[in-house]
């Protein structure tokens, strides 16, 4: 056994002694190396969680986030069509600080790669061995004019971080008179969840059917086609939603004047919404900036795949919408949650001396309201490629539901119940 090795079982067993002297403790203080996580989302707070588990609650870790509770984008749209509230999909942290995480309601302002320090707002300095960035993404307002200052991002909401702003689409949508025109602007792909603002779509229009018959949805996708589960969503706009909902593609936005509701496009006339939703380009989130790990495109940050480390950084973990995803990988919560494991088992190999395993697989699945309780999924599953150095989809894997069920509506809120617990508890 290498002495590394060694070290790191003798302060395991340290840990778990001390975690069990301490069991009602919310915050006790662990022996074992120290594993900083930024953000408490779908991949920060399951690797805090598994990083806890699987170390046996010896290693000392701390989750920032600003968020009093984990409020979940996964069924947010349901909110906006009126058949869900906030507060069915708001968890609370106690979960994990009973285990024993040191939860932290505070934003990481500055990361020190050198000295291995993560600072948050209120000045704190928290040395980390291991530091894990979950943060998600930031918008590219400077990318559409017209949408840079608080007035206007407060009249033309995005409501891609669910929140206030889920809460505030709702009201809007609910506010606009029977006869108007609900205009949702689809940035070109990569974007978070891929299927998520054609679910959007059918939500409003769920929701126009029963209470403003004569109102419309209008989809201008800056993409050439529908990005993700075309054919079911063109059956859902064709069948049950027919003079409701009208697609357009090829509608790249340009900018947008937030005082008349009115969005510009590359090629096409200016088009006037009585509410208007832009999606903006998406990059991974300032913090990620700040701590250097972007590395493609000034937009996302690489990692090796086998431990979700940044390939420039060392001893920093990205994971979730963030990253420069793998091939055919979905920006999705199932994916954030699955580089989650990987990473954790990473990072508990590393400090062990050991190397990561060499053959991750992960899987995704993606559920689709189209009604209030019918839904659609379409599913993927990802091996590690020696040759390729990434991740790529398993041939003959995955697919993608024949139509709508209200079975797989079931499944879809199992799903939540059961990722929300797999993370939080
Ligand atoms: C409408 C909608 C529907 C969706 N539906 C699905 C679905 O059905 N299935 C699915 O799998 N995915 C779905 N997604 C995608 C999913 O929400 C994201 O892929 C997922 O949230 C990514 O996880 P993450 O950990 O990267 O980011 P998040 O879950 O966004 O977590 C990031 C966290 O970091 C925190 N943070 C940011 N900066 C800092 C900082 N400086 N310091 C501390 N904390 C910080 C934020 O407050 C946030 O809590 C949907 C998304 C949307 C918008």
Not at 19 to 46: E, H, I, N
Not at 206 to 215: E, G, L, M, Q
Not at 234 to 255: C, F, H, Q, S
Not at 331 to 343: T, Y
Request: proline share 7%.
């Amino acid at each position: 056994m290498s002495m590394q090795r060694r070290e790191f079982l003798k302060a395991m067993g340290a840990g778990v002694s001390a975690a069990a002297l301490s069991a009602c403790a919310v915050s006790p203080s662990r022996s074992g190396p120290k594993v900083v996580v930024v953000g408490g989302g779908y991949g920060g707070a399951t690797v805090a969680k598994y990083l806890d588990m699987w170390s046996n609650g010896s290693l000392d870790i701390t989750l920032v986030e600003p968020n009093a509770a984990f409020v979940s984008c996964p069924l947010s749209n349901l909110v906006l069509g009126g058949s869900k509230q906030i507060a069915d999909l708001t968890v609370s942290y106690d979960g994990l600080a009973k285990r024993g995480v040191r939860v932290i309601a505070e934003t990481a302002t500055v990361v020190d790669p050198l000295r291995q320090t993560v600072r948050i707002r209120d000045q704190r300095e928290l040395p980390y061995d291991r530091l894990v960035l979950s943060p998600g993404i930031d918008f590219m307002y400077e990318q559409v004019p017209g949408l840079g200052s608080p007035e206007a991002q407060a009249k033309v909401l995005h409501a891609w971080k669910a929140g206030p702003q889920t809460v505030a689409l709702r009201q809007q949508l609910e506010a606009m008179r029977d006869g108007g025109v609900f205009v949702i602007s689809i940035p070109k792909a990569p974007y978070r969840c891929p299927p998520g603002p054609y679910e959007r779509a059918c939500q409003v229009a769920w929701y126009f059917k029963r209470a403003k018959p004569r109102s419309k949805v209008l989809i201008l996708d800056g993409n050439e086609d529908v990005v993700s589960k075309k054919g079911l969503f063109m059956k859902a706009w064709n069948e049950d939603y027919k003079g409701i909902v009208e697609y357009r593609p090829n509608y790249v936005l340009t900018g947008v004047d937030a005082s008349t509701l009115t969005a510009r496009f590359e090629v096409q006339e200016n088009v006037k919404a009585d509410v208007l939703n832009v999606i903006p380009p998406q990059r991974a989130n300032d913090i990620a900036g700040q701590a250097g790990v972007i590395t493609a495109n000034n937009r996302w940050c690489e990692v090796d795949f086998l431990s979700f480390e940044s390939i420039k950084v060392p001893k920093i973990h990205v994971l979730g919408d963030a990253i420069q995803i793998a091939p055919l990988m979905p920006k999705s919560g199932h994916m954030a949650n699955q580089h989650a494991k990987v990473a954790a088992a990473a990072i508990l190999n590393a400090f062990a001396g050991q190397a990561p395993n060499p053959t991750p697989v992960i899987n995704n699945t993606c559920y689709s309201f189209i009604t209030d309780r019918d839904v659609v999924h379409v599913c993927s599953v990802h091996q590690y490629d020696k040759e390729k150095k990434t991740l790529v989809t398993v041939p003959g894997s995955g697919g993608l539901s024949p139509g709508p069920t209200a079975l797989e509506g079931e499944y879809a809120f199992s799903w939540a119940k059961n990722i929300w617990a797999d993370m939080l508890t």
